[in-house]
DNA sequence: TATATACTGCAACGAGCGTTACACAACTTG
DNA sequence: CAAGTTGTGTAACGCTCGTTGCAGTATATA
């Protein structure tokens, strides 16, 4: 009963998360949202309470539209041998993509995580699950690509990979060349 | 000619760094710089110009005092065969004192680059330049560490550090033992 | 000592922030 | 059709921000 909500929210949602993907949390205005979602303040306090609420939102969007279908062949039942490189490689073209589109760029949670937000206790331990499972799924990766190889090898690439990753993402936008340079090493260094 | 300043430029700007440290550069009020640094806002501005000038002041004081003297013996005339070792280690020693110590955690540039400050062209070419410097010492110390190895390898082994060195940095604030981890991981990677 | 110069304290500025209050419009339910 | 509930628009709130003006103080030079 009562008047129906006029807007697609999960088209708000995405509309903010680019901005605070670009911003980040702090620096993204209320003004800027509202602009961004097409919104009035009114329809956003009601719908998502505060900022706050509505950049926790962006952050679930953000796992579930942008983070989760990326890694999705890496998680799959039977995992391609070249699924991690495929990984690495789109990965490589969203990055140099995104830097040309608009000011969104790297991930919006590894921009998160060098910000006093990071001392919220819920940003932090959604930022490590994040990375936790990145890690994982470029493990499977990785033991997908060479199932003779020893455990301690397989964690130690993982975690070279994912550090390139985390660096690619870190480096987009003051370095972009350095960024994908992160990217290329990692293939190079899954090939040896 | 004229009154004398009443206090020390270095200290004052060693001060300011810590808070731009911790909360980045656009959430370091200027009050929280007065308390810091135990300035007056007019000798702030008369010293520095703006809140902008001292943060540029305090990036400087950073290279000089924090990241420099810490690369030094990887720029030695003749570098040690441990000495990327011992930089990793000590490195691994720092971030996990500053974790308690107090809030400012991390690399202040890393901090940096992931916030819309990086979209300065000032900003963005300190950052790169240091990401350059970091990564030349690094290759060094790998150098070292297997003369006889190939340039190729140890390019490789360059690249792979400094991503995992920027990658700790990214990781201290949401998960301090990833970022440790980061680092041993490096050492681990040295090794083999 | 007189004068010019440089640093500091106090107070206020205009602007923008995130948030709230309230009236009105739209629609579902009885 | 009436009642009740929910979404939207307008306006303002109190607060903090970075910055500036100005008077006053302290020091170096002449």
Chains 1, 2 share one sequence.
């Not at 009963?1 to 999960?10: I, L, S």
């Not at 690495?88 to 608009?102: F, K, P, S, V």
Request: charged letters at 25%.
């Amino acid at each position: 009963m009562g008047r129906a909500q006029g807007f697609e929210t999960g088209q708000a949602v995405r509309a903010a998360r680019e901005v605070f993907w670009r911003d980040g949390y702090a620096e993204a205005s209320v003004p800027a949202l509202e602009r961004a979602t097409g919104l009035n303040r009114s329809s956003i306090y009601h719908a998502f309470g505060s900022k706050r609420g509505l950049f926790d939102a962006a952050v679930q969007s953000y796992l579930d539209e942008v983070v989760r279908p990326r890694l999705r062949p890496l998680v799959a039942d039977a995992v391609a041998p070249d699924a991690l490189v495929g990984y690495l490689t789109g990965l490589r073209a969203a990055l140099a993509r995104a830097e040309e589109i608009q000011g969104a760029a790297g991930c919006l949670l590894v921009n998160t995580s060098s910000s006093p937000l990071a001392s919220d206790d819920a940003v932090r331990q959604t930022v490590a699950d994040y990375r936790a499972e990145l890690r994982a799924a470029l493990r499977r990766g990785v033991v997908a690509m060479r199932p003779d190889a020893p455990e301690a090898d397989a964690d130690r690439l993982a975690d070279v990979c994912t550090a390139l990753v985390i660096s690619a993402f870190t480096l987009v936008r003051v370095d972009p060349p350095s960024a994908l340079h992160c990217l290329d090493t990692a293939v190079d260094v899954l090939k040896h």
